[in-house]
T-cell receptor, first 114, second 120 residues
Framework: AQSVTQLDSHVSVSEGTPVLLRCNYS??????LFWYVQHPNKGLQLLLK??????LVKGINGFEAEFKKSETSFHLTKPSAHMSDAAEYFC????????????FGRGTSLIVHP | DTEVTQTPKHLVMGMTNKKSLKCEQH?????MYWYKQKAKKPPELMFV???????INESVPSRFSPECPNSSLLNLHLHALQPEDSALYLC?????????FGTGNTGELFFGEGSRLTVL
């Protein structure tokens, strides 16, 4: 069965420093993978998605993620954090329990200090 | 139009009230979802409609009753709720039912802004 693990519940960075949010998945096949962002009291917005084209995926607001099949990882990065990046980030992979449904990781709260 | 619209944005109800949450999309998507989200937690799947038929019910209590009148609309009827049902309720849609990678819809979800429900 497929699953998704976000390794950090909180990540704290200073403005202008790099961001790394980690996500590992388990799957018997190469899945599609997604990162969503949720700002306080808002819905979820797609940051980027991997669907088997390039393994390095570029998203909105300067975020990138690299699909590494050998490491079963899909970590989210950004070279330089902005205060506006402070939010909750979710890694999502379709999993099967009979029907395939998008399954969320536990979420990583990104805190950005001035 | 790439929006999913949810109404109302905020709802306060008593435990004996009957109310409904509404969700609408005009992207031609054929799968629609209700999620419940508590503070600092990931969304929890409640229901999935696929081609206007209920395909997944994640053992949700019967005080929540979903309805899909047509391919663009999704309702969640609420009755006799408990205070612990207070949460953000998110509606989402996808192009079609999620299928294994490479065989169809990849599972990208389009979310509404949510309805913040408070049960007194």
């Amino acid at each position: 069965a497929q699953s998704v693990t976000q390794l950090d519940s909180h990540v704290s960075v200073s403005e202008g420093t790099p961001v790394l949010l980690r996500c590992n998945y388990s799957s018997s096949y190469s899945p599609s993978l997604f990162w969503y962002v949720q700002h306080p009291n808002k819905g979820l917005q797609l940051l980027l998605k991997y669907t088997s084209a390039a393994t390095l995926v570029k998203g909105i607001n300067g975020f990138e993620a690299e699909f590494k099949k050998s490491e079963t990882s899909f970590h989210l990065t950004k070279p330089s954090a902005h205060m506006s990046d402070a939010a909750e980030y979710f890694c999502v992979v379709p999993t099967s329990g009979g029907s395939y449904i998008p399954t969320f990781g536990r979420g990583t709260s990104l805190i950005v200090h001035p | 139009d790439t929006e999913v619209t949810q109404t109302p944005k905020h709802l306060v109800m008593g435990m004996t009230n009957k109310k409904s949450l509404k969700c609408e999309q005009h992207m031609g998507h054929r799968a629609m979802y209700w999620y419940k989200q508590k503070a600092k937690k990931p969304p929890e799947l409640m229901f999935v409609y696929s081609y206007e038929k209920l395909s997944i019910n994640e053992s949700v209590p019967s005080r929540f009753s979903p309805e899909c009148p047509n391919s663009s609309l999704l309702n969640l009827h609420l009755h006799a709720l408990q205070p612990e049902d207070s949460a953000l309720y998110l509606c989402a849609s996808s192009q079609g039912p999620v299928t294994p990678f490479g065989t169809g819809n990849t599972g990208e979800l389009f979310f509404g802004e949510g309805s913040r429900l408070t049960v007194l």
